[in-house]
């Protein structure tokens, strides 16, 4: 689990801190939250406070790593808890959902309290399936569709639905805009897996486009022409300028030093979707507080 900021909106202005925590951490003991309090480890606006305290409008709350139920479930309360937050758009057929880091799409293994299980406790939500995949650390835009007829059209559409990824590498690129054609292919070993390029392997095409150049790194947007598992990583690091904070694909002791710089995840966003279901539809979601708070902390050319 992670760190939590939420910022607070107009309906909640006004309610105190412990009462607005109560309803945010369901099943947490009214004791721990209480502790967290006075301990500091809740915060608002980067400083600590009072149970008492009166929320404002534009205030951030920090929230701790805290499990607010021990299941085996699979289900997440406090993905729950937060998922009309995380819909950037709903209709009859499918979701747009702004996926949070640290929540798995579908369980697995060593995975749990994932998105599916969770939203299918939701009674209009039981049929609901993922059209594509988010790796668990990876945030942004996730098309859920609601239904059977729905899924089935966005399979059948799916080498036209645009993605477009934020990703902080490291190093420089040499150019203004760098396209990779590197076929790409699973290797399991040992009961891990791994992709790696082959020329025998399915093609695969991503466009990293320069976007802000700091010191050490580069913030590109990336331009999927393919959808392979792992592309945007692999090809990443086949250019020798892996993604920030990839365990997998990238270099320890780089990740090692973003880590000193609020860095605990990979440094890949989905930010906008695109694709055509009777009508044009087109989102975009915000690069999280956790990934701005990065380039904040690194320093620019």
């Known amino acids: 689990m992670s760190v939590d900021y939420i910022h607070i909106s107009s309906n909640e202005i006004g309610q105190r801190l412990d009462n607005f925590l109560l309803k945010k951490l369901k099943g947490v003991p009214r004791s721990l939250i209480y502790k967290i309090i006075r301990s500091g480890q809740v915060r608002i606006n980067k400083g600590r406070t009072k149970a008492s305290y009166r929320l404002s409008e534009k205030d951030i709350v920090r929230i701790p790593p805290i499990e607010t139920s021990n299941n085996s479930t699979g289900i997440s309360y406090k993905f729950l808890n937060n998922l009309e937050k995380y819909i950037i758009f709903e209709n009859q057929d499918f979701i747009i959902l702004d996926k949070p880091a640290k929540i798995?799409?579908?369980?697995?293994?060593?995975?749990?309290?994932?998105i599916i299980s969770s939203i299918k406790t939701i009674k209009e939500y039981r049929n609901i399936?993922?059209?594509?995949?988010?790796d668990k650390d990876t945030s942004g835009c996730l098309i859920l569709a609601k239904n059977y007829q729905s899924a089935s059209f966005f399979g059948s559409i799916m080498p036209d639905i645009k993605k477009t990824y934020n990703a902080l590498l490291f190093g420089r690129l040499s150019k203004k805009e760098v396209k990779i054609d590197k076929a790409l292919t699973d290797v399991r070993k040992d009961g891990n897996r791994k992709i790696?390029?082959?020329?025998?392997?399915?093609?695969?095409?991503?466009?990293?486009?320069?976007?802000?150049?700091?010191?050490?790194?580069t913030l590109v947007d990336v331009i999927l022409e393919t959808g392979r598992t792992h592309q945007i990583r692999v090809h990443a690091a086949n250019?020798?300028?892996?993604?920030?904070?990839d365990k997998k694909y990238g270099d320890k002791e780089l990740n090692r030093e973003l880590n000193n710089k609020g860095l605990d995840r990979i440094f890949l966003h989905a930010e906008k979707i695109s694709f055509y279901y009777n009508k044009k539809y087109s989102f975009k979601s915000k690069l999280p507080l956790d990934l701005l708070c990065v380039l904040d902390n690194i320093k620019e050319v």
């Open 239 to 245: 250019m020798n300028n892996p993604i920030c904070g």
């Open 104 to 114: 798995a799409v579908h369980s697995g293994t060593g995975l749990k309290n994932d």
């Open 129 to 134: 399936t993922p059209v594509h995949r988010l």
């Open 196 to 217: 790696i390029t082959s020329s025998s392997g399915k093609p695969a095409s991503s466009i990293f486009i320069k976007k802000k150049q700091y010191k050490k790194f």
